[in-house]
């Protein structure tokens, strides 16, 4: 692919519409407290249409942007493995709408809470390790390497966060803000390795 710079806009642009689009279906929601996951949570209206329409989509496109920049991305070694790791957020969004949560999204519930919880972990833990062998590619300069690094702790510490109850009434708010500072970094960087600039590198 020439340019995937409309793959990286149509990802923003179905990204937005399952997470505005899907809290505007459900009048009780709140961006606030509730986690985006519970938009398709089991028994709740419209779990199903946002489940298939807004989060699969997202991890496919997720998916393939991260396939269609392998190329491009400046990576070998150590911090290739962790680009791949990047993978376990479009298997997050898949598995969301494979295994949704219960409703409130409980630590204890169904099987398919179990899975969707286990999966949070693995996926929040997965992306942050991806983050921080990021920051071992050679090529990077050396405050693109901090980012990296400072980006990984700020993931997993709001992880940490939300989980705590004390910050129930925060933990949406809490997860958004960690998908929109990793997502959008992860975007702003597959931007400009799109462009002219950015050549291919060796597999």
């Known amino acids: 692919m020439r340019n995937p710079r409309w793959l990286i806009v149509l990802f923003v642009l179905t990204y937005a519409a399952m997470l505005f689009g899907g809290a505007a279906l459900k009048s009780n929601y709140s ?24 989060f699969i989509p997202v991890g496919v496109l ?5 396939f269609t920049m392998a190329g491009r991305a400046p990576v070998s070694g150590v911090s290739r493995v962790g680009y791949w ?17 219960d409703l409130g999204c409980p630590l204890e519930g169904s099987l ?15 992306t942050t390790l991806g983050l921080l ?10 405050r693109t390497r901090l980012l990296w690094i ?12 939300m989980g705590t109850p004390p910050l129930h009434d925060w933990r949406g708010l809490l ?16 931007w400009r390795l799109a462009g002219p600039a950015g050549s291919p590198t060796k597999q």
């Open 133 to 142: 062998l990021l920051a071992t590619t050679p090529q990077i300069k050396r």
């Open 31 to 54: 961006a606030l407290s509730q986690y985006i996951s519970e938009l398709g949570a089991t028994g709740s209206p419209h779990a199903h249409l946002i489940s298939f329409g807004g």
């Open 62 to 66: 997720a998916a393939l942007l991260l």
């Open 150 to 161: 400072v980006l990984a702790i700020i993931w997993l510490l709001l992880f940490v966060l």
């Open 85 to 101: 790791l990047l993978l376990c957020e479009p298997l997050a969004w898949i598995g969301s709408a494979l295994a949704p949560c």
């Open 112 to 126: 398919s809470q179990a899975m969707h919880t286990l999966l949070g972990v693995f996926t929040y833990l997965g």
């Open 175 to 190: 997860q958004r803000l960690a998908e929109w500072l990793v997502y959008g970094t992860l975007c702003i960087a597959a």
